[in-house]
C-alpha cells in the first residue's frame, strides 16, 4: 500500500529543489510514471500484492494536478487503487456541489464511475475489470460537515453500488464513528 507518492501542491513550493529534475528532462508525470512501473511491476512480479493511493480527483481527470498522479499511469501496475475520494476535498461547486461534503454518496459514486469510464473510454480498460480494482479511502472527519453514522454508510454503500472492493477509512484521530461497516448482501 503505497501512500501519498506523489509530488507536492501545498506550502512553499518555490523552495523545493530536485535533484533529479536539474539531470533531466522529465516530467512530473513521467516520474510518477516510472514510479508505478518500477515499483509496481517488481513487487508484483514477485508475488506481492501492489496497491497505490491517489487523490480522488485522479478519478474524474486525466490532468495531473501538478503532482503528477494520474489514474491511468498507476492502473496497470497495481493490484488495487485507492482513491482518497473524501468528499471534503473535493472543490466547491465540484459538478454542481455547493458543498461536496454533504454529499458523500454522489461525490464517490460520481467518483467512482468516471474513472471507470476515463479507464475505458480513453484506454479500452473494460468496466468490469477496472471497478473491482478500486478500493477508496473514504471520510469519517468532520470537514465540511459532521460526519455521522449514515454518511459513513452513503460513502460505503457508494463504493458497492459503483462496483468496488473494499474501502479504507480515515480519521487522523483514529475515532471512528459506530456504523454498518459490514455488506448487507
Do not use: C
Not at 71 to 94: Q, R, T
Amino acid at each position: 500500500q503505497y501512500d501519498y507518492i506523489r509530488f507536492p501542491s501545498d506550502g512553499r513550493l518555490s523552495s523545493i529543489h530536485y535533484p533529479h529534475f536539474s539531470q533531466t528532462t522529465s516530467t512530473k508525470v513521467e516520474v510518477m510514471q516510472d514510479f508505478f512501473a518500477k515499483i509496481g511491476d517488481a513487487l508484483r512480479d514477485e508475488g506481492v500484492p501492489v496497491s497505490f493511493d491517489l487523490f480522488g480527483m485522479t478519478y474524474v481527470s486525466i490532468y495531473d494536478m501538478g503532482i503528477g498522479q494520474r489514474l491511468p499511469d498507476a492502473y496497470p501496475h497495481a493490484d488495487f487503487i485507492s482513491p482518497m475520494v473524501y468528499p471534503s476535498h473535493y472543490p466547491s461547486g465540484f459538478r454542481g456541489y455547493a458543498n461536496p461534503s454533504v454529499h458523500p454518496y454522489d461525490i464517490i459514486k460520481l467518483s467512482l464511475d468516471e474513472g471507470a469510464a476515463i479507464l475505458q473510454n480513453q484506454f479500452e480498460i473494460p468496466e468490469e475489470e477496472s471497478r473491482p480494482k478500486a478500493r477508496p479511502w473514504i471520510q469519517d472527519f468532520d470537514i465540511g460537515a459532521v460526519y455521522t453514522s449514515a454518511m459513513i454508510e452513503a460513502q460505503i454503500k457508494a463504493i458497492r453500488d459503483a462496483g468496488g472492493s473494499g474501502f479504507l477509512i480515515w480519521n487522523a484521530r483514529n475515532v471512528y464513528e459506530p456504523a454498518d461497516y459490514l455488506p448487507t448482501d
